[in-house]
């Protein structure tokens, strides 16, 4: 009985620090040299699909100050003197907060919406991580380079999101929260 108590812990534990640990790799992954063509490029925007895909299950375990500590982190690792500090951890709390808002469309629906949804999430984080740095260095910054990060992590999201479902917490995958706890014993679901 005492074991069934650790093991409980245990993976409530695991299920907690898994989303944080998830994000902290993504967000080392993006001083990693890759030789691999365009993905090196794409790095920037990887964390921001691990926000969005935690975000679609367990929001509550993205907590803000936590996307705040690692957007800073972000920000710290990719930055150059007098690059903006605050930008990605901006649009990590954003990201998370228009899927809170938006989980009814966004959960339980066919993998299109959920990348269609990624798409409009990673264009308005591009922007604004865009806009804001260019007017913290003041000069007029070439899109392209953002550009070509938002197209490939686009291409990157239907190869990575099906292995972050598969990582994240079990308990409520793409069941939205106020159908959780409906059934009644002896139901079964087809």
Known sequence: ???DGVLAALDRLGRFVLPGT???FFVVLTLAPLRVPYFSDALPLLPALVVFQFSLATPERLPGPMLLAMGIL???L???PGAPVGVSALGFVLIRAS???NRRYLVGVPFLFQW???CLLAWGYVLIVWILTALWTWTALEPAPAMMQYAVVIVIYPLLAPLLARVRARDPLNV???SRGTARPGDTTV
């Open 22 to 24: 998830v994000l902290l």
């Open 1 to 3: 009985m005492r074991t």
């Open 78 to 80: 990719l930055g150059g």
């Open 176 to 178: 939205p929260e106020l």
């Open 99 to 101: 899927v809170v808002a």
């Open 74 to 76: 972000l920000d710290l």
């Open 116 to 118: 269609i949804g990624f």
